[in-house]
Nanobody
């Protein structure tokens, strides 16, 4: 069974940094594109970043480009999101996602709060 478990969220001051992790199991991780989404209260879920199977192709949403970095470690079945220069508008629940042929699988999310 596919499982995605996010960790690393918390409370951080504006300008600070956090590193999120997503531990994956139940599928061939090294062959799968991985994605990070986020959702703030009252807003639709937003694609933050994605990364291809080998890790060489990365895409970012315009609001995080230049501040966030997505990486993966295929030996550990883990995808990361390094978040720098955090802003209050980055406050959201962050979700790990894997698009498989018949279904998109989601983690339960980890809360990130940016506040002074």
């Amino acid at each position: 069974q596919v499982q995605l478990v996010e960790s690393g969220g918390g409370l951080v001051q504006p300008g600070g940094s956090l590193r999120l992790s997503c531990a994956a199991s139940g599928f061939t991780f090294r062959s799968s594109t991985m994605r990070w989404y986020r959702q703030a209260p009252g807003k639709e879920r937003e694609l933050v970043a994605d990364i291809n199977s080998a890790g060489g192709v990365k895409r970012y949403g315009g609001s995080v480009k230049g501040r966030f970095t997505i990486t993966r470690d295929n030996a550990k079945n883990t995808v990361y999101l390094q978040m720098n220069s955090l802003k209050p508008e980055d406050t959201a629940v962050y979700y790990c996602n894997v698009p498989l042929g018949y279904y998109d699988y989601w983690g339960q999310g980890t809360q990130v709060t940016v506040s002074s």
